[in-house]
């Protein structure tokens, strides 16, 4: 048998351990051993599952090599981002890493995860960029259950299943501010008032700093926006439902809003200076930075008024990017927008 053979072989078997036939039987196993530790990890895998399926639909994109797209299963077999077979792994191995606490077990994880992944790209079914988005989908989903592990004590019951929606959902109301901040300018957009480019038509290697269409009109009614949001989220605290899904107090909603607002608006400026480096026009495609500059931007700002950790952060991209395309989708079929992205 020829070395490339072999090695083929290999990986084919290596790639093996992110299908079902590896963690349907190993979870099955799982529960002789750990009930309520084996219902967090099909909860990890199914919600993985969920998200990387959403995000093949919503970013199609070619495999190294391209597969028929023209049915509803052909077109997921197609896509190539992110790589479900890494992010299944991933969502299998952490949530038992993360119990289990074994740097023994922690590094088998993190080099199986590896191996798998690196027999995706191997075998040419994905591009590095896939593996790593993969990795982190699922990475993200596993940690994000970790604080039902905690909390519940690994106690088998619906709030296990629950808490990593619930965390979303926390995520998602976190980041209102933000999002009202982003959708400003483009609901202003026929208001006059301060109409004019932040910068001012200047110019840098014969292109424009950010744009024209980058205004002090959208800065302030962003900020405005934010605010009002931030004073609404003040207002339902007092509401025992809203209360559960804060992740602060809102005492400071009114620096919380405009860092935010302000933030987010940044972010966004800052990602068409780069654009305009790159000779990419305005409203063009620029992924995923244009579904995320904004989040990063009013995460960033907002640091003086709330601890934010790893985990609050990487959830709200994650969550942020996945809506951000989702609703610009939705959008564009019932006509509202001209453009998907």
């Not at 604080?147 to 619930?166: D, E, I, R, T, V």
């Not at 996945?322 to 006509?335: E, T």
């Amino acid at each position: 048998m020829a070395r490339r053979d072999l090695l083929m072989m290999i990986f084919q078997i290596i790639s093996l351990f992110g299908t079902p036939f590896f963690f349907i039987p190993a979870t099955i196993y799982l529960l002789s051993l750990n009930k309520a530790l084996a219902i967090i990890v099909i909860y990890s895998i199914a919600s993985t599952q969920i998200i990387c399926t959403a995000v093949k639909f919503i970013y199609p994109k070619s495999r190294p090599i391209p597969m028929p797209d023209k049915t509803l299963i052909q077109k997921y077999m197609a896509g190539s981002f992110p790589s479900i077979h890494t992010a299944r792994i991933t969502a299998f191995l952490v949530p038992i890493a993360q119990f289990y606490a074994s740097k023994a077990f922690i590094l088998a994880a993190l080099l199986a995860i590896g191996l798998v992944g690196y027999s995706r790209i191997y075998l040419k079914k994905h591009y590095f960029t896939d593996v790593l988005g993969g990795f982190a989908i699922g990475a993200i989903v596993s940690a994000a259950v970790l604080p039902a592990q905690n909390y519940l004590n690994f106690n088998l019951n619906f709030f296990a299943m629950a808490g990593f929606s619930f965390f979303l959902l926390k995520c998602f109301y976190l980041m209102l501010p933000a999002y009202f901040a982003n959708m400003a300018p483009v609901i202003v957009k026929k208001i006059d008032f301060l109409n004019f480019p932040v910068d001012f038509g200047k110019e840098l290697g014969k292109k424009p700093l950010f744009g024209k269409h980058k205004t002090f009109r959208g800065i302030v009614f962003g900020v405005v926006f934010a605010v009002i949001a931030a004073y609404i989220q003040y207002s339902l605290y007092g509401i025992e439902f809203f209360r559960d899904i804060s992740f602060m107090n809102y005492k400071n909603w009114l620096l919380l809003g405009f860092l935010m607002g302000l933030g987010a608006l940044t972010g966004d400026l800052v990602k068409s200076f780069f654009k305009r480096r790159l000779g990419i026009a305005p409203g063009a495609k620029f992924v995923p930075f244009d579904q995320t500059d904004f989040v990063m931007g009013a995460l960033v700002f907002m640091l003086p008024v709330f601890r934010l950790d790893l985990k609050i952060f990487s959830a709200s991209l994650l969550l942020s990017f996945v809506l951000h395309i989702a609703v610009n989708h939705i959008a564009f079929y019932l006509k509202i927008r001209n453009e998907k992205w």
